[in-house]
C-alpha cells in the first residue's frame, strides 16, 4: 500500500497542477491510505499484539483528524472546524499562519515575466509617452488579444487561481487581473505620419495593424519631439483588461479595456554617431583602380 502510494506521489511530481487541486488529491490519497492502517491494528489485535494494535488506532485518528481539516479546507467553502487546534498551536509556540492558496498565488504574481525589447539599449535614455486610443485602435487591440489567446501566446485564466483565493487578494486590495502580469507584444513598431506617431502592433509583421497613437513624450508633444529627438519604440506590453473585485461575498468580474504600456528611447538628433559604426556607403562601395598596361 505505501509503495502505491509513493508511486502515485512521485507521478503527480510531473503534472503541472495548482495548489488546491494538487492538495485536493494529497487528501483524498491520505484519506484512503490512512484506513490501511486500520487494517494493521486489527491484524494486531487478532495476533494478540494489543499495545502495538492500540498504537496503530491512535495513528489512524491522529491522521484522520487532520485529514478531516483538509477535507474541510480543500473541498468545502466553510473551511473551518470547530475542533480545530490549529489556533491553538500556533498561538502557545508563537507561529504565523500561512494560507497555501494565497501565498502560492502572491509568489506566482510576484515572478518577474520576460519582457521583450526592440533591442538592447545602454546608452540611451527612455522618456515617458502618453498613448490615445481611438475606437478603432479599441477594436484592433481587443482583436489582437484574441488572436494572441487563440496561438496559446496569452491565457486570459487569472493564473490558474480560484475564485476563492482571488476573492481574498482582492480583498487585501491585490484586485487580479485575467491577463495576470503585462505581457509584451510579439511584434511592434513605431510608425511617424505627418500628424501623429502610430503604435503598429501584431502577431507579426504581415498582420500588424494601428494600436494607439503616442500624444506626448516627455513634456513636449509627440510630433515636436520627434523633430528634435531620435525615437525609438523599446518596449510594448499589452496590460488592463478583465479584472476580478471583491463582492459582498464573491468576487465580481469587471470589463475593462485592454491598453498598451510603451518604453520609448531617444537621442538627439544633432549627436554624432558612435565611433564602432561603420557607413553603409564606405562599406558597400568598394574601389578599384585600372591597371596600366
Do not use: C
Amino acid at each position: 500500500m505505501v509503495s502505491i502510494l509513493s508511486m502515485i506521489n512521485s507521478y503527480l511530481s510531473y503534472i503541472n497542477l495548482n495548489v488546491k487541486i494538487k492538495n485536493q488529491v494529497y487528501t483524498t490519497l491520505a484519506t484512503i491510505g490512512n484506513f490501511y492502517l486500520l487494517y494493521v491494528s486489527y491484524r494486531f489485535f487478532v495476533n494478540g499484539f494489543i499495545v502495538r494494535g492500540l498504537l496503530f488506532i491512535l495513528a489512524f485518528l491522529l491522521i484522520a483528524y487532520f485529514a478531516y481539516l483538509n477535507i474541510l479546507y480543500y473541498f468545502t467553502k466553510d473551511k473551518k472546524s470547530r475542533y480545530d487546534i490549529s489556533p491553538w498551536i500556533e498561538k502557545t509556540f508563537h507561529l504565523t499562519p500561512k494560507d497555501p492558496l494565497t501565498e502560492a498565488a502572491k509568489k506566482k504574481a510576484s515572478q518577474v515575466g520576460f519582457v521583450q525589447t526592440n533591442g538592447i539599449f545602454k546608452n540611451e535614455d527612455f522618456l515617458p509617452a502618453e498613448v490615445k486610443f481611438d475606437t478603432q485602435a479599441k477594436e484592433n487591440l481587443e482583436k489582437l488579444v484574441k488572436s494572441l489567446v487563440q496561438v496559446g501566446y496569452l491565457s486570459l485564466d487569472y493564473d490558474g487561481q480560484s475564485d476563492e483565493v482571488l476573492f481574498k487578494l482582492a480583498k487585501q486590495g491585490q484586485a487580479q487581473r485575467a491577463l495576470g502580469q503585462p505581457k509584451a507584444l510579439p511584434y511592434f513598431e513605431l510608425v511617424p505620419s505627418e500628424k501623429k506617431l502610430l503604435i503598429y502592433g501584431g502577431l507579426n509583421q504581415m498582420e500588424k495593424m494601428v494600436l494607439g497613437e503616442i500624444t506626448t513624450v516627455g513634456l513636449m508633444p509627440a510630433l515636436e519631439a520627434y523633430k528634435t529627438y531620435h525615437l525609438y519604440l523599446a518596449t510594448a506590453m499589452i496590460t488592463g483588461g478583465p479584472v476580478k473585485v471583491a463582492g459582498r461575498v464573491d468576487v465580481i468580474e469587471k470589463v475593462e479595456p485592454y491598453r498598451l504600456e510603451i518604453q520609448v528611447a531617444y537621442r538627439k538628433r544633432s549627436q554624432a554617431q558612435p565611433k564602432n559604426s561603420v557607413s553603409v556607403s564606405a562599406q558597400a562601395t568598394p574601389t578599384y583602380r585600372r591597371r596600366r598596361h
